[in-house]
């Protein structure tokens, strides 16, 4: 067996590929289906007489707002429209406590830290390191965080200031919160402090591509448990329509909503409301976007089903994976300390994939098991490729052959 697999990595070693799948991105083809949007012919004025073109509206025009108020299930006056991602909106939510938050900003208090349940995204470690806030990893369990841990956490120091969490699709291994999970994270964090920030990143609300738990909306949650003032919950069409190219949406309220105001208001003074315009009358309601993510998830699903029919043929004593029902990310954990390992075998055969560690605050995962796979952005040819690649290179690392 071992001289099979060596023969094996040799093989595919000498195909000379090239294949990339570090990065949860859509395809070509779900790109294409929303063309329509380059070329879409709108009015340069606000249903409200604004002229579009010109300086003004930093929290997004109204007919957007409204757009988002039935995306995120809150209240038009509790929502901000923007521009690009969620990902700019939790920055700017970073930001504006960390500059201006009462009665003590962030950047006044010795060592802020944040908790961020991991497995988690390595762009909002990045994010908190920009600011010298510490990232402290907590488990994630199948219904959401570990609420025994959350609660350890915080008793152990004074000095958190939130948690940052993708409450849906969880980035990278799946997880669904669950509403008994979500209310007693808000009853917990709000016991600790009324200043006490829960941050959500909802980049993939609307992603499913699989019968989904049904979630109750954050902002019903927040709003029953009180902690309305304390939650921000930020969203986009960077995966829906165009990266880069699409609109955000925030919801919250009282502080938090001043805060971003404020820095909104010095840092955007305006965002690009034609665009907002743009994909207001594309989508219209909905009803309309409903039934665009359901185009999104006929070409995501054979991804998923292409990665899970090779990696079901691993040896079940090489590890786990997951089997999400939206987003776009595999986890493998493997039952051994291999993660790095794999992937440098990956790399050897010429597939690319999300650094070990990655998804872990400062790179380091305890265990170095985790690894991250993103099969929507390639071709089925080269996915079939990747993920022979991969299954190869967990069994060489698993046996510990040596090349």
């Not at 070693?13 to 929303?34: A, E, W, Y």
């Not at 829960?198 to 109750?216: C, E, S, V």
Request: with cysteine; aromatic share 10%.
């Amino acid at each position: 067996m071992h001289q099979e697999l060596v023969t094996k990595y040799q093989k595919l070693k000498d195909k000379n590929l090239s294949i990339d799948i570090t990065r949860g991105k859509p395809d070509t083809d779900q790109l294409d289906l929303s063309n329509d949007l380059i070329d879409i012919s709108i009015s340069s004025t606000s249903d409200d007489g604004i002229d579009l073109r010109n300086y003004g509206e930093p929290f997004g025009i109204m007919e957007a707002r409204k757009l988002g108020s039935e995306l995120l299930d809150a209240p038009v006056d509790n929502i901000l429209a923007g521009e690009q991602s969620s990902l700019l909106l939790t920055y700017q939510t970073v930001l504006s406590n960390f500059l201006f938050a009462k009665p003590t900003p962030w950047k006044d208090i010795q060592n802020p830290k944040f908790i961020c349940p991991v497995p988690g995204f390595d762009r909002h470690f990045m994010m908190l390191e920009d600011f010298g806030i510490e990232a402290v990893g907590i488990p994630l369990k199948e219904d959401g965080i570990d609420l025994d841990e959350f609660q350890n956490v915080l008793n152990s120091d004074d000095s958190y200031v939130g948690i940052l969490c993708v409450p849906k699709h969880s980035n990278p291994s799946g997880e669904i919160y669950s509403d008994a999970n979500l209310e007693q994270m808000f009853k917990i964090g709000s016991n600790y402090s009324d200043k006490f920030l829960f941050l959500f990143d909802h980049a993939y609300l609307i992603h499913d591509f699989l019968p989904t738990p049904k979630q109750k909306p954050l902002w019903e949650l927040a709003t029953k448990m009180n902690v309305q003032d304390q939650t921000v919950i930020t969203t986009s069409f960077s995966k829906v329509t165009f990266g880069g190219g699409g609109i955000s949406f925030m919801a919250t309220a009282g502080h938090s909503l001043d805060l971003i105001k404020k820095v909104r208001t010095t840092m955007i003074i305006c965002p690009d409301k034609l665009n907002q315009k743009r994909h207001v009358e594309f989508f219209k309601n909905i009803e309309s976007i409903k039934l665009h993510m359901e185009k999104h998830a006929n070409l995501i699903r054979p991804k998923f089903e292409v990665a899970y029919s090779y990696l079901k043929e691993l040896p079940k004593e090489c590890g786990t994976y997951s089997k999400p029902t939206g987003g776009y990310f595999i986890t493998y954990s493997t039952s051994k300390p291999i993660a790095t390992k794999v992937v440098e075998l990956c790399k050897e055969m010429g597939v690319l994939i999300t650094p070990a560690g990655s998804t872990f605050p400062k790179n380091y995962d305890p265990n170095n098991s985790v690894i991250r796979l993103a099969p929507t952005y390639v071709s089925r040819d080269d996915l079939e490729s990747a993920m022979e690649v991969f299954t190869t290179a967990v069994q060489l690392a698993h046996s510990e052959v040596k090349i």
